[in-house]
């Protein structure tokens, strides 16, 4: 653990009132003053809100950097189940943990303050700037076959609702196949990868990735997404995101502890918001107006298209039509 992290640790403990000197943090780490001073600051860009007074130095009460430590703190038992690696910044959660599966162990999760090329599904950027999100992905190894890897994603989308619900009191809705929306905006989006073994037709493994947005970033949404996206919460709280993080991380486990469960798949058609709506299916350059019909126990979308005929979609993109957004 570096400098920088050790200081902010220390902090996340608190002292007396929840100050430490920064003469006592200088001691406990063998730093100087001044090196205290400058971890401070790192602290403070990186999204942590510190209060200084002539009694030192604390967290102040809308604190929300995203730190290992706080996230182990609120992920309890699930800790040992999970190893946790949380960088600053990286290109892409998915990215990294793609180059690096064949060196880490499975339930391996990997988190970013921001990220530079955050993606979604179709290549579609996903932004990710500091101090805004929570950007993490998880790396499995399911005995699953690549049709049956939509199941990681349904887990992924129905483990984040619970999540948003537990630490927010909020109730999301789930816009087929990836995409988590509150209050009619996008909140969240998930993008699962995976490796398969040709021979056995098997997963090699699974990197699941999901990105919330839980604030709104500085200076707002871009002008392409301001209708679309939109923040989990209102107003800052402490330690929203690496709280929002343990309960995915958590429920997301119990969820692919047992990925036959038929009840997972009646939530996810639960939690719908396209049942019973006009929507628009898109394949490449096309797009074909239909009536949502269901979710099944699969989790493909049921349409019927104005020609009468129905299709079970496993897989695509699909639109709300604007007289039904």
């Known amino acids: 653990m570096n400098t920088k992290l050790q200081v902010a640790a220390l ?58 430590g706080s996230i182990r703190k609120y992920l309890g038992t699930y800790a040992a189940r999970y190893s946790l690696e949380v960088l600053t910044d990286v290109d892409s959660t998915n990215t990294y943990l793609k180059l690096h599966a064949p060196e880490r162990p499975s339930w391996h999760a990997v988190l970013a303050g921001s990220q530079s090329a955050g993606r979604g599904r179709l290549g579609r950027r996903f932004i990710s700037p500091a101090g805004s999100g929570v950007y993490l992905s998880v790396l499995l190894r ?7 890897a939509v199941r990681i994603t349904t887990a992924a989308a129905v483990a984040a609702c619970r999540a948003i619900e537990a630490c927010l ?34 997963l090699d493994w699974v990197v699941m990735g ?49 990925l036959d469960d038929t009840g997972i798949a009646g939530e996810y058609r639960r939690r719908s918001m396209l049942i019973g709506k006009q929507i628009n299916v898109i394949r490449g350059g096309s797009t074909r107006p239909a009536t949502a019909l269901d979710i099944d126990g699969e989790c493909r979308l049921l349409v019927r ?14 639109s709300v039509r604007a007289a039904y957004a």
Do not use: M
């Not at 209050?183 to 699962?192: H, M, P």
């Not at 970033?217 to 679309?228: Q, R, S, V, W």
């Not at 298209?305 to 699909?318: I, Q, R």
């Open 169 to 202: 009191g909020e109730t999301p809705q789930i816009k087929w196949v990836n995409d988590v929306y509150l209050r009619g905006k996008k909140t969240c989006g998930i993008l699962t990868e995976a490796s398969i073994d040709l021979e056995s037709g098997g």
């Open 11 to 68: 902090l996340e403990q608190g002292g007396g009132e929840g100050y430490l000197s920064g003469a006592a943090i200088a001691r406990s780490l063998g730093l100087t003053r001044s090196a205290v001073w400058k971890c401070i600051r790192q602290l403070e860009a990186e999204g942590y809100e510190i209060e200084s007074s002539s009694r030192g130095y604390r967290l102040g009460a809308k604190s929300d950097a995203v730190s290992e």
């Open 305 to 318: 298209y104005e020609d009468g005929t129905e299709e079970a979609l496993s897989s695509g993109e699909v």
């Open 210 to 258: 999901i990105g919330f947005n839980v604030y709104e970033p500085e200076g707002g949404f871009p002008a392409d997404l301001k209708d679309i996206a939109g923040p989990i919460a209102t107003d800052r709280g402490r330690d929203l995101r690496s709280r929002l993080a343990a309960a995915f991380l958590c429920r997301f486990y119990d969820i692919c502890a047992d």
């Open 142 to 148: 399911p005995q699953l076959t690549a049709e049956q």
